[in-house]
């Protein structure tokens, strides 16, 4: 059983596209996360949301916008995809927000053309 | 900016070594997390640590929570080859919601 499960795996894409990820936990956990990992592997949170409301921002481009239409689940929607945003970006999920050990999905892999 | 600085950054190592590697900072953290992770995989937690001076282990890995709480180690024995991969510190700055990590270091080991 998979307890954070992220889609797709990889995304290959032009510029200025749109593109959405996925996530999903059925770990039953309050608080999830996005995080993007750059090429020397540093790992930086994005947006967190407790119970589909937004907790933290991290100074992120308007042009990502996450969305939590629940709480098993938070997508990643990306508009106008630029060369910067290729990355890998994992989703994670903990019990409740803050101070709460975290759980990571495998991650997708995306590369801006 | 960066809070946490984690070294090395990187091992190369013989199998049966021990490895060691550590945090630090200018801040006081509540939680320190230790994870890994394998190429084309999410980082998966080791070992959690929540209480200043804490000591814990998993396996033939050990971690420590500093008692200064601005610092943390972890030791691995007995070094093996499925131990290859990034080992990333993070912790919970106290104040903060949310979760900072190390720029990882990276083991190689030689068979």
């Known amino acids: 059983d998979t307890a954070v499960s992220q889609t797709p795996k990889y995304l290959v894409t032009q510029m200025g596209n749109d593109k959405s990820i996925k996530c999903e936990q059925n770990?039953?956990?309050?608080?999830m996360y996005w995080y993007k990992q750059d090429s020397k592997k540093f790992l930086k949170i994005m947006f967190s949301?407790?119970?589909?409301?937004?907790?933290i921002n991290e100074t992120v481009p308007n042009r990502f916008s996450p969305k939590s239409p629940d709480k098993a689940h938070l997508n990643l929607h990306i508009n106008s995809l630029e060369l910067g945003d290729s990355a890998v970006y994992f989703c994670?999920?903990?019990?409740?927000?803050?101070?709460?050990?975290?759980?990571f999905g495998p991650g997708t892999r995306l590369l801006v053309l | 900016g960066q809070q946490l600085n984690q070294s090395p950054q990187s091992m190369f190592i013989q199998e049966g070594e021990d490895v060691s590697m550590n945090c630090t900072s200018s801040?006081?953290?509540?939680?320190w997390l230790w994870y890994k992770q394998d190429p084309g995989e999410g980082p998966v937690l080791l070992i959690a640590l929540y209480k200043a001076g804490e000591l814990t282990s998993n396996g033939r890995l050990t971690a420590q929570f500093g008692i200064t709480r601005k610092d943390s180690f972890l030791n691995i024995s007995a070094s093996i080859p499925s131990d290859v991969g990034i080992y990333f510190c993070?912790?919970?700055?106290?104040?903060?919601?949310?979760?900072?990590f190390g720029q990882g270091t990276r083991l190689t080991i030689n068979p």
């Open positions: 949301y407790n119970n589909k409301e937004l907790i």
């Open positions: 770990l039953g956990h309050d608080t």
């Open positions: 801040s006081i953290f509540n939680t």
């Open positions: 993070a912790g919970i700055i106290q104040g903060a919601q949310k979760l900072v």
């Open positions: 994670a999920s903990s019990q409740a927000g803050g101070g709460e050990t975290q759980y």
